[in-house]
């Protein structure tokens, strides 16, 4: 009986080992799957940054530090992106100011071309927007006058010159 109690108890253990072998082949092959999950979000993630889509590669990489808080490529390619948003959002602001400068100068086309530039790359659109709306009742405003210009110039030569301004040389 001592024999049959000694094998129980040998069968308990070894079962008791196996089983924290296998506890340790689960942990093994968890660790390398999370791996594998982090490295596809971090590739992915660097996808969208080439592709100049920062906030998604921001997105993307927050994901892998929820796998692994202190993962340490993921918080250097978070830092690189927001610097690189942050120099967009600045080359907008100064494709704004330009664009309303154009425009207080009385250059409605460069002004137009240089404030759509700044909304493409994320000036704030308000002020772009607002911009835009005076350009287009400035010109709206200017359509009736440039059209009596045309047509008082369809007459003969001399009265379209004296009505064109004059050109300083």
Partial sequence: TSAIAFAIL???FMSEAHRHDIGHTDDASSAVDRD???EQLLLLGLDHYFA???ELAINVW???LFIDRSHPRARAYIDRARSALAERQRESE???????AAFQRGESDEA???IQAAIDGGAPSEEALAVLERLNRLETAASPAAAKRLTAC???APRCRARRP???R
């Fill in 112 to 114: 137009r071309r240089l």
């Fill in 10 to 12: 040998a069968a308990d």
């Fill in 166 to 168: 004059q050109t300083v």
């Fill in 94 to 100: 100064e494709l704004l100011q330009n664009g309303v």
């Fill in 36 to 38: 594998a999950k982090i």
């Fill in 154 to 156: 369809r007459g003969p």
């Fill in 52 to 54: 100049a889509r920062y």
């Fill in 62 to 64: 927050t994901r892998a």
